[in-house]
């Protein structure tokens, strides 16, 4: 069984548990899809990704890592949507991301998902993932984003926000 249906497998396991003892869940909930909250995905996606060049043009490109991070991952919380889950876990969400694109679900290329977060974080990759980047900026004490590496979180932004749109439309 591959190690995304595992990890699936697992959150709903973890979410079912934490609701069963009267706990917010931190997994994945099988849910009936819901346009207006995908649509409210897509809004927060789309404000974070406003934040992402206004940060960089207020001199706090360093905060357009998180603003980025946080577009592509609304993105992604609304395609779960659109699959019948909730997720209050990003490695629940990625696993079901990458779950959906085995199943041949979704038509996202699992390379770019990879260049978020890796799927095998052990296995070495050529830059870092989204999620790097953000945790070395929002941790770190450098101010300024480099243009390359702001361009690149920009761009996948995007890219992931265009392709949820045309998903959550199907």
Not at 76 to 85: D, E, R, S, V
Not at 148 to 167: G, Q, V
Request: aromatic share 8%; net charge positive; charged share 30%.
């Amino acid at each position: 069984m591959p190690h995304s249906k595992n990890k699936v497998e697992w959150c709903l396991k973890k979410a079912k548990k934490e609701i069963k003892e009267g706990k917010l869940h931190r997994g994945l909930r099988e849910i009936t899809p819901d346009k207006k909250i995908m649509s409210a995905h897509i809004q927060k996606a789309e404000h974070n990704l406003k934040a992402v060049s206004r940060f960089k043009e207020i001199g706090y490109s360093d905060w357009s890592a998180s603003a980025a991070f946080y577009s592509i991952y609304h993105s992604l919380l609304a395609i779960a949507n659109k699959f019948g889950f909730e997720s209050r876990n990003q490695e629940c969400t990625f696993a079901l991301i990458y779950h959906l694109i085995e199943e041949g679900k979704i038509p996202l290329d699992k390379r770019l998902i990879e260049g978020i977060r890796a799927l095998d974080p052990e296995k070495a990759h050529e830059k870092p993932t989204v999620i790097e980047v953000r945790e070395v900026e929002q941790y770190g004490v450098a101010t300024i984003l480099e243009n390359e590496t702001y361009n690149r979180l920009l761009n996948t932004a995007k890219t992931i926000l265009d392709k949820t749109k045309t998903i959550i439309e199907e």
